[in-house]
T-cell receptor, first 116, second 111 residues
Framework: EAGVTQFPSHSVIEKGQTVTLRCDPISGHDNLYWYRRVMGKEIKFLLHFVKESKQDESGMPNNRFLAERTGGTYSTLKVQPAELEDSGVYFC??????????????FGNGTRLTVT | DAKTTQPPSMDCAEGRAANLPCNHSTISGNEYVYWYRQIHSQGPQYIIHGLKNNETNEMASLIITEDRKSSTLILPHATLRDTAVYYCIVRPTNTGNQFYFGTGTSLTVIP
């Protein structure tokens, strides 16, 4: 089966511009998550979808970040306007149904975002 | 936020077993222990997880102490491709899915 795929793999934008990251989860996985690692820091949780609904968005840093998952399939994470501190690697992960179970998360290879 | 403690780095000779320790003294009775690894420029890769009993799969073995306050990930025959950062994660059940990655253990397999 295909794994979690993310697009683009790299993005370089200027401060103030908008960037949209895309994540395609493993087929059939209702749970989709976004994480990120900013320079020198640990990987941090951003938010969690169950199908098209936001289950937990407590990790979203501010209102410049907007995540959507229309139709409960792929997800997008938009940063508008981008700031220098948004630079980092953004990971998407998915897991099978039942977020309260022990199903492991499967991660994509991330999108490396550089804001100049 | 992190609920685990790991040594920052370890070395292991190629072909030998790599034993990576993790302390999770505040773990709750229904929290699982997960292990992931991250090889440079890739996403975190799931290795194994467990609750109480020891677990084994094609990648590794997980040994959890009886009091569940610590665990050890064992890579039975380390190869150069096992060089990576290994994360021990306790999965909280109250929030569902916030994995706290911490800083992990950087394992270097030496030829």
């Amino acid at each position: 089966e295909a794994g979690v795929t993310q697009f683009p793999s790299h993005s370089v934008i200027e401060k103030g511009q908008t960037v949209t990251l895309r994540c395609d989860p493993i087929s059939g996985h209702d749970n989709l998550y976004w994480y990120r690692r900013v320079m020198g820091k640990e990987i941090k949780f951003l938010l969690h979808f169950v199908k098209e609904s936001k289950q937990d968005e407590s990790g979203m840093p501010n209102n410049r970040f907007l995540a959507e998952r229309t139709g409960g399939t792929y997800s997008t994470l938009k940063v508008q306007p981008a700031e220098l501190e948004d630079s980092g690697v953004y990971f998407c992960a998915s897991s099978q149904s039942g977020w309260w179970t022990d199903s492991p998360l499967h991660f994509g290879n991330g999108t490396r975002l550089t804001v100049t | 936020d992190a609920k685990t403690t790991q040594p920052p780095s370890m070395d292991c000779a190629e072909g030998r077993a790599a034993n990576l320790p993790c302390n999770h003294s505040t773990i709750s009775g229904n929290e699982y222990v997960y292990w992931y690894r991250q090889i440079h420029s890739q996403g975190p890769q799931y290795i194994i997880h467990g609750l109480k009993n020891n677990e084994t799969n094609e990648m590794a073995s997980l040994i959890i102490t009886e009091d569940r306050k610590s665990s050890t990930l064992i890579l039975p025959h380390a190869t150069l491709r096992d060089t990576a950062v290994y994360y021990c994660i306790v999965r909280p059940t109250n929030t569902g899915n916030q994995f706290y990655f911490g800083t992990g253990t950087s394992l270097t397999v030496i030829p």
